[in-house]
């Protein structure tokens, strides 16, 4: 099992569900787009760049992780995909990590359909 090393978001919510699906190649030749970096001495870090520079996404932000080995559940002190801190490594190889999430998405209330 390799953990270690930088994972690009490939698949994500709401097309999964309930998980995150990162793989070792980015989807452009210029490794744009989300990324997770999981190194072994537990520094942590969430990002995403963009072609043009003025996204308003674009974030390279720090912490650690750690790995429970009993429940297999991964923490971060920073969100994961600008989601949450913690999800179950339901998967790892050489090419694919799947992170499951944990909680229930928070449901948006307080809005209500425009009458017609």
């Given at each position: 099992m390799s953990l270690y090393g930088t994972w690009y978001v490939v698949n994500r919510y709401p097309d999964t569900n309930d998980s995150l699906v990162f793989g070792r190649q980015s989807g452009n030749s210029y490794n744009w787009g989300d990324r997770i970096e999981i190194f072994d001495n537990g520094d942590f870090v969430n990002a995403y760049s963009a072609k043009c520079g003025n996204d308003d996404r674009i974030h390279n932000v720090k912490g650690h992780w750690t790995l429970d080995q009993t429940s297999m559940?991964?923490?971060a002190t920073?969100?994961?995909?600008?989601?949450?801190?913690?999800?179950?490594?339901?998967?790892v190889n050489a090419d694919k990590l799947v992170l499951q999430r944990i909680n229930k998405p928070k449901t948006k209330r307080g809005f209500r359909t425009r009458d017609k």
């Open positions: 559940i991964l923490t920073v969100a994961i995909y600008m989601q949450d801190t913690a999800y179950k490594l339901s998967m």
